[in-house]
T-cell receptor, first 118, second 113 residues
Framework: KNQVEQSPQSLIILEGKNCTLQ??????????LRWYKQDTGRGPVSLTIMTFSENTKSNGRYTATLDADTKQSSLHITASQLSDSASYIC?????????????????FGKGTLLTVNP | NAGVTQTPKFRILKIGQSMTLQCAQD?????MYWYRQDPGMGLKLIYYSVGAGITDKGEVPNGYNVSRSTTEDFPLRLELAAPSQTSVYFCASSYDASTYEQYFGPGTRLTVT
């Protein structure tokens, strides 16, 4: 079954500290993996996308890694700020074959709720 | 450029009532999607559209209907609302399916009592 598991479910850290969020997936065949940030009461916003050939990608204080062999990704947040408080969602895209050729589907993780305290 | 807009922001429905959740985007995106997000759960795809006049079911389409008469608008219709449809509904759009970055609206929080 194509699944995306995120850990921890929730995390509380102090402002200025670093943290790492995990995403493990079983989807196959893998196409890409995207991390979204969802502020409370808002829709998700894309942070970064990882393709099969990419190991690491940074977006400011956010660094995502991907190990396609072990089917794991992580999102590292450096020098956290209060504005980093949000839910972080891992989304994996995979291909499926049908009579018309290939199609793609997404599987969303449940997210990690990060709280950054002053 | 407003991106993806949704109305209303909040709504309370009685069991059996019907309503339409509105979604519009001004980015000229071909692909549009409706998701529901239940507490502690990942987003689930209800319906999607790859262009005007073309719609298809997602994972959880039962109890919902959609139409796509224009590129900009993608309304979601709830017929005979049930408590199980209490959720937060997100509309999203994307330019294509290859990079699959989706732009999400702010959501509609629906309660059915």
């Amino acid at each position: 079954k194509n699944q995306v598991e995120q850990s921890p479910q929730s995390l509380i850290i102090l402002e200025g500290k670093n943290c790492t969020l995990q995403c493990n997936y079983t989807v196959s065949p893998f196409s890409n993996l995207r991390w979204y940030k969802q502020d409370t009461g808002r829709g998700p916003v894309s942070l970064t996308i990882m393709t099969f050939s990419e190991n690491t990608k940074s977006n400011g204080r956010y660094t995502a890694t991907l190990d396609a062999d072990t089917k794991q990704s992580s999102l590292h947040i450096t020098a956290s700020q209060l504005s980093d408080s949000a839910s972080y969602i891992c989304v994996v895209r995979y291909s499926i074959k049908n009579s018309g050729g290939s199609n793609y589907k997404l599987t969303f993780g449940k997210g990690t709720l990060l709280t950054v305290n002053p | 450029n407003a991106g993806v807009t949704q109305t209303p922001k909040f709504r309370i429905l009685k069991i059996g009532q019907s309503m339409t959740l509105q979604c519009a985007q001004d980015m000229n995106h071909n692909y549009m999607y409706w998701y529901r997000q239940d507490p502690g759960m990942g987003l689930k795809l209800i319906y999607y559209s790859v262009g005007a006049g073309i719609t298809d079911k997602g994972e959880v389409p039962n109890g919902y209907n959609v139409s796509r008469s224009t590129t900009e608008d993608f309304p979601l219709r709830l017929e005979l609302a049930a408590p199980s449809q209490t959720s937060v509904y997100f509309c999203a759009s994307s330019y294509d399916a290859s990079t699959y970055e989706q732009y999400f609206g702010p959501g509609t929080r629906l309660t059915v009592t």
